[in-house]
T-cell receptor, first 113, second 116 residues
Framework: QKEVEQDPGPLSVPEGAIVSLNCTYS??????FMWYRQYSRKGPELLMY????GNKEDGRFTAQVDKSSKYISLFIRDSQPSDSATYLC?????????????FGTGTQLKVEL | EAQVTQNPRYLITVTGKKLTVTCSQN?????MSWYRQDPGLGLRQIYY???????DKGDVPEGYKVSRKEKRNFPLILESPSPNQTSLYFC???????????????FGEGSRLTVL
C-alpha cells in the first residue's frame, strides 16, 4: 500500500463548477501538507501549504486537512479553464527545506468551457 | 528571474550510452534534488543534496549518480542507461531554513528521457 493515495482522474468539470480533489495517507507522522499544480510539459509549482488540521483559504482555493481521518482536500471554487492541470498532494513530517516530501500520483483536472 | 534550468529537455538515447542531465538554479538554494515521474507511480526521489559535496540516496537511486561541486549545479548522470530509466526527470531546489515557505520546492521544467 502506498503511503499517499490519490485518484488519478481524469476529472472533467464545466467552467464555474466547484472542484474537490483529495488524498488519503497512512503515515500518522505527516504534519505538513502541500498541494502542487503541474501544467502540461511543466514542472510542479506550490499552490497551497497547510500545517496540521484545519482549513486554509487563498482566493478561489481552499485546502482542508483532517488528520483524524488521514484525509486532505483541495477545493477550487468557480473553476476556470486555466485551472486545467494535474494536482499533486505532498506531505512531510517536518517543516522547512530539505525534508523529504511524499507525493501523491496526481489528479488530472480538465475544466471545460 | 528565479528559476531551475534543466538540459536537455528531450533526449532519445540507446542502452549503455552514458548521459548527463544538467541542472542549475539561480536562487542560492542549499538543497537540490532529482525526481523521476512515471504514470501511476508519481514523483519519486532519486538523489538529493543538502549542500556542496553533500549528497545522499533517495528512494530510487539505482543506476544513477550525482555530484554537487558547486552550489548552483546538480547534474544527474546515467552511466549505462537502460530502458527502465525511460522517464520524465525533474530537478528541484529549496532553501534549508525553517519556516513554511522554506520548504517550497522549485522545480525545473523537466527532461523527458527515452532509452531504446
Amino acid at each position: 500500500q502506498k503511503e499517499v493515495e490519490q485518484d488519478p482522474g481524469p476529472l472533467s468539470v464545466p467552467e464555474g463548477a466547484i472542484v474537490s480533489l483529495n488524498c488519503t495517507y497512512s503515515n500518522s507522522a505527516f504534519q505538513y501538507f502541500m498541494w502542487y499544480r503541474q501544467y502540461s510539459r511543466k514542472g510542479p509549482e506550490l499552490l497551497m501549504y497547510t500545517y496540521s488540521s484545519g482549513n486554509k483559504e487563498d482566493g478561489r482555493f481552499t485546502a482542508q486537512v483532517d488528520k483524524s481521518s488521514k484525509y486532505i482536500s483541495l477545493f477550487i471554487r468557480d473553476s476556470q479553464p486555466s485551472d486545467s492541470a494535474t494536482y499533486l498532494c505532498a506531505m512531510s513530517p517536518f517543516t522547512g527545506g530539505g525534508n523529504k516530501l511524499t507525493f501523491g500520483t496526481g489528479t488530472q483536472l480538465k475544466v471545460e468551457l | 528571474e528565479a528559476q531551475v534550468t534543466q538540459n536537455p529537455r528531450y533526449l532519445i538515447t540507446v542502452t549503455g550510452k552514458k548521459l548527463t542531465v544538467t541542472c542549475s538554479q539561480n536562487m542560492n538554494h542549499e538543497y537540490m534534488s532529482w525526481y523521476r515521474q512515471d504514470p501511476g507511480l508519481g514523483l519519486r526521489q532519486i538523489y538529493y543534496s543538502m549542500n556542496v559535496e553533500v549528497t545522499d540516496k533517495g528512494d530510487v537511486p539505482e543506476g544513477y549518480k550525482v555530484s554537487r561541486k558547486e552550489k548552483r549545479n546538480f547534474p544527474l548522470i546515467l552511466e549505462s542507461p537502460s530502458p527502465n530509466q525511460t522517464s520524465l526527470y525533474f530537478c528541484a531546489s529549496s532553501l534549508l531554513s525553517r519556516g513554511k515557505s522554506a520548504g517550497e520546492l522549485f522545480f525545473g521544467e523537466g527532461s523527458r528521457l527515452t532509452v531504446l
